[in-house]
């Protein structure tokens, strides 16, 4: 089965740029979404198909694909971008959904 | 907009059974995929399974293949995901999201349910 890795933490400065990775096989040919996750919450979702971004989702959230690894980049990070962060993937070959690990940010 | 409510906390004794219901409103329930992922305590998300209500067809992750039931009554646009079989590692907060189709985001979740299996 497919198999995406996330590191299991990212550290960021306030005001700075966040990126967070999801790593897997030729993951740049697959669709990508990413959500958020706060304490307590429900997951949102913040980018879907590798870069596009939801109604109400802020211009700092953005992602990119290409080869073994998506990205999220979180720009001008705030204090309220502190959460975890999930990538899924799509697996045509079994016809699952497959979640990476979750990477927890931490704004310095 | 899309709601999604679910049943109440459970506590359940190892090998016994879970159902959990999520019932929708405002969306198109019959031709949307409904999604069950859970989490565990301290841990990431987990797909479980899918069902697409319209046709009836269900898809569940090969883990819990065999002790996943997943179903929806579209009379009442309600899902219901049944888990056999418990044991102390099936505690978690399970969760419903749609999506708008079986490869989309899942654009609207429940509030989540929590089940604590124990003795």
């Known amino acids: 089965s497919y198999v995406v890795t996330q590191p299991p933490s990212v550290s960021v400065a306030p005001g700075q740029t966040a990126r967070i990775t999801c790593g897997g096989d030729?993951?740049?040919?697959?669709?990508v979404h990413w959500y958020q996750q706060k304490p307590g919450q429900a997951p949102v979702v913040v980018v879907y198909?590798?870069?596009d971004r939801p109604s109400g989702i802020p211009e700092r959230f953005s992602g990119s694909n290409s080869g073994n690894t998506a990205t999220l980049a979180i720009s001008r990070v705030e204090a309220g971008d502190e959460a975890d962060y999930y990538c899924?993937?799509?697996?045509?070959?079994?016809?699952?959904?497959?979640f990476g690990g979750g990477a927890k940010l931490t704004v310095l | 907009q899309v709601r999604l409510l679910q049943s109440g906390p459970e506590v359940k004794n190892p090998g016994s059974s879970v159902r959990v219901s999520c019932k929708a409103s405002?969306?198109?329930?019959?031709?949307?995929?409904l999604n069950w992922v859970r989490q565990a305590p301290g841990h990431g998300l987990e797909w479980m399974g899918n069902?697409?209500?319209?046709?009836?067809?269900?898809k569940a992750a090969q883990k819990f293949q065999g002790r996943v039931t997943i179903t929806a009554d579209e009379s009442t646009t309600t899902a219901y995901m049944v888990l056999s079989s418990l044991t102390f590692e099936d505690t978690a907060v399970y969760y419903c999201?749609?999506?708008?189709?079986?490869?989309?985001?899942?654009?609207?979740w429940g509030q989540g349910t929590l089940v604590t299996v124990s003795s």
């Open positions: 030729s993951i740049g040919t697959r669709n």
């Open positions: 069902i697409i209500p319209i046709l009836g067809t269900t």
């Open positions: 405002g969306g198109s329930f019959s031709s949307d995929t």
């Open positions: 999201a749609r999506a708008r189709a079986v490869v989309d985001p899942f654009d609207f």
């Open positions: 198909d590798d870069s």
């Open positions: 899924q993937v799509w697996d045509s070959s079994s016809d699952h959904w497959v």
